[in-house]
């Protein structure tokens, strides 16, 4: 699927703030994957990711992962190995309020990512955190059985197909 966000801006200009929602412009592209669509699935975490693993070993065809990790900027909560079982999987990419690591491998992973930085440091594994919960951050609240659109413009979600 092509799309541009700019142009789904314009088309849903009566929605926007409503139907149609604009995410702060705070994140850095990684992946292979310039643009990105799906289903939203959400995870609240913070500075452990074993519940990233867990997601992205699950069927993601059509699905985007978004990750709240509290936008901790003290470790990686997505690495190339969990970019590949995320790719693996079918998942068309992830959305990481938090950092990631191992950026140059996972630019070559037909993957798309959105992250605040990177971080050359792991997570701690204590299995903690809450998936499938509405999460909140760049002004906008990502509700799990949205969608997300991803563009080298931004990122927006919705809560009705835009194409």
Same mark, same amino acid.
């Given at each position: 699927?092509? =799309?541009?966000?700019?142009?789904?801006?314009?088309?849903?200009?009566?929605?926007?703030?409503? *139907?149609?929602?604009?995410?702060?412009?705070? =994140?850095?592209? $990684?992946?292979?994957?310039?643009?990105?669509?799906?289903?939203?699935? *959400?995870?609240? %975490?913070?500075?452990?990711? /074993?519940?990233?693993?867990? #997601? =992205?070993?699950? @069927? +993601?065809?059509?699905?985007?992962?978004?990750?709240?990790?509290?936008? /901790?900027?003290?470790?990686?909560?997505?690495? !190339?190995?969990? #970019?590949?079982?995320?790719?693996?999987?079918?998942?068309?990419?992830?959305?990481? $309020? +938090?950092?990631?690591? @191992?950026?140059?491998?996972?630019?070559? %992973? !037909?993957?798309?990512?959105?992250?605040?930085? *990177?971080? &050359?440091?792991?997570?701690?594994?204590? +299995?903690?955190? @809450?998936?499938?919960?509405?999460?909140?951050?760049?002004?906008? *609240? =990502?509700? &799990?059985?949205?969608?997300? $659109? #991803? !563009?080298? @413009?931004?990122?927006?979600?919705? /809560?009705? /197909?835009?194409?």
């Amino acid at each position: 699927m092509t =799309f541009k966000t700019p142009d789904f801006c314009d088309q849903f200009e009566a929605e926007l703030g409503k *139907t149609v929602r604009v995410v702060a412009p705070m =994140f850095q592209r $990684y992946g292979a994957r310039t643009s990105f669509s799906g289903e939203i699935v *959400t995870l609240k %975490i913070f500075e452990d990711n /074993s519940l990233v693993r867990e #997601a =992205f070993a699950e @069927d +993601g065809r059509g699905k985007v992962l978004v990750i709240d990790g509290g936008g /901790s900027l003290r470790c990686a909560l997505v690495g !190339d190995q969990l #970019a590949i079982l995320a790719q693996k999987n079918g998942w068309a990419g992830a959305v990481v $309020y +938090g950092c990631i690591r @191992d950026s140059g491998d996972i630019n070559g %992973i !037909d993957i798309g990512v959105r992250a605040l930085n *990177t971080h &050359p440091q792991k997570t701690l594994k204590k +299995g903690v955190g @809450d998936k499938n919960i509405a999460v909140t951050f760049g002004g906008v *609240t =990502f509700n &799990p059985g949205e969608m997300l $659109y #991803a !563009d080298e @413009d931004g990122v927006l979600v919705s /809560s009705k /197909s835009l194409c």
